[in-house]
């Protein structure tokens, strides 16, 4: 999908976190959140203007549909009114435009939520790794057994000591 100066399908591409090559994304999250800002601040400003202009059309139509029915001496309601202008096709070509404009601000607004949230996913990272988080894992994974096996000698000694009690006592 392409609106106008940005591909989405490829800035949606650079919402993969490379965790090899954290320094890389670090260095291009900045520019690549801006570029993102910047098309949605540009998109905002196009669909202001279609609604603007919606409401101009809007406008126009009103007063040349009483025009008419005021130049026929003929009585109309609000209503009649209302339903004229949103049926014209004039009005609904500038509705059509305002949507394009709207659907194309909230899919970059979508973007630019998901590149903020990247941005907070990369400081995690490298929080992670600044910690040794990866190299610890697989450490952990020997501590565990030792730990388990400590745990193992612990409770066989407790066994052992209950047992003696019970002899003690029974006698």
Request: proline share 1%; net charge negative.
């Amino acid at each position: 999908m392409n609106m106008d100066n940005i591909d989405i399908e490829e800035f949606e591409g650079y919402l993969q976190i490379n965790k090899a090559e954290l320094d890389e994304e670090l260095i291009q999250q900045p520019t690549l959140f801006y570029k993102i800002s910047h098309e949605l601040e540009l998109m905002l400003s196009q669909r202001d203007k279609a609604k603007q202009h919606m409401d101009v059309i809007y406008a126009q139509l009103d007063g040349d549909y009483r025009a008419e029915f005021d130049e026929a001496e003929e009585k109309y309601t609000e209503p009649v009114i209302k339903n004229l202008i949103l049926t014209d096709k004039e009005h609904q070509a500038s509705v059509d435009d305002y949507n394009k404009w709207n659907e194309k601000a909230r899919v970059l607004a979508s973007l630019k939520d998901a590149f903020s949230q990247r941005s907070y996913m990369l400081r995690d990272l490298v929080s992670l790794t600044v910690a040794n988080y990866y190299e610890r894992e697989s450490i952990t994974v020997g501590s565990n057994q030792e730990q388990d096996m400590k745990y193992s000698k612990r409770k066989a000694k407790i066994n052992e000591k209950r047992q003696t009690r019970k002899r003690v006592r029974g006698k």
